[in-house]
């Protein structure tokens, strides 16, 4: 069997060898029926609407709008009305190292573009800490909700399902963070929450807080 010498003798070798062997197919009737439905439809068949309605979440409880903030831009409104306590919306966050968002612009740089160190645009929608090279970064249209300060937002940020600290107990945070540098998948998330009733077409709004929250 071709694949499976592929598998044990050279993908077995690598440092990354538990990630490809979760990308090739098992077997050859396995190869077979990812050719004839693609590789997400056959890894997913288990997934029916009972797995759905048990592990599944809503994305489509927001819609983009033009915010009611003055030169906020672009907002989250309630596409329904939204009870309090309710999920409004998941917030899967990809980790990047604080250094990625670096760039150097050249001394030629475009007109009115001053040359030297910036930032990239990126950088304003994600979560970290001033203390920390890590940053979050929402993957989903959560970076549609704007900043409603404290006293003005109906919403708010708890981890998300299966995420560390979800469940209320501790953890090591540095050593979760250093085990995170070695993966490249998402490994935590964020659940917006309403924390009051929000009508349909209400703008949805978070505090941000101070530092340590938004990048």
């Given amino acids: 069997n071709v694949m499976a010498s ?6 077995s070798k690598r ?24 590789s997400a439809r056959a ?19 927001i819609r983009e709008g033009i915010s009611t903030i003055p030169q906020a831009g672009r907002g989250a409104f309630a596409a ?7 999920v409004i919306t998941p917030v899967p966050l990809m980790h990047l190292l604080r250094e990625f968002f ?20 990126l950088l304003n929608y994600c ?13 989903t249209s959560a ?16 981890w998300g399902d299966g995420a560390p600290g979800s469940s209320g107990e501790g953890f ?16 935590l998330s964020f659940d917006v929450v309403a924390t009051q009733e929000i009508a349909e077409g209400e703008e949805i709004l978070l505090d941000y807080g101070g530092g340590g929250g938004g990048g």
Avoid: M, Y
């Fill in 143 to 158: 970076v549609l909700i704007n900043h409603g300060g404290e006293g003005g937002s109906n919403a708010e940020l708890r």
């Fill in 172 to 187: 090591d945070l540095t050593e979760f963070l250093e085990r995170l540098e070695h993966h490249n998948a998402t490994r």
């Fill in 102 to 121: 670096d760039v150097t612009l050249p001394s030629e740089a475009p007109p009115g573009t001053a040359a030297g160190n910036k930032k990239q645009l």
């Fill in 80 to 86: 329904r009305p939204l009870s309090a306590g309710a």
């Fill in 43 to 61: 890894a997913l068949d288990d997934r029916g609407l009972k797995w759905l309605q048990k592990n599944g979440k809503c994305l489509d409880n």
């Fill in 127 to 139: 979560f970290g800490h001033i203390q920390s090279g890590w940053l979050f970064c929402p993957t």
């Fill in 15 to 38: 440092d990354d060898a538990a990630s490809l062997r979760n990308l090739l197919p098992h077997d050859f009737a396995e190869a077979i029926r990812i050719s004839e439905v693609g």
């Fill in 6 to 11: 592929f598998r044990s003798n050279i993908v």
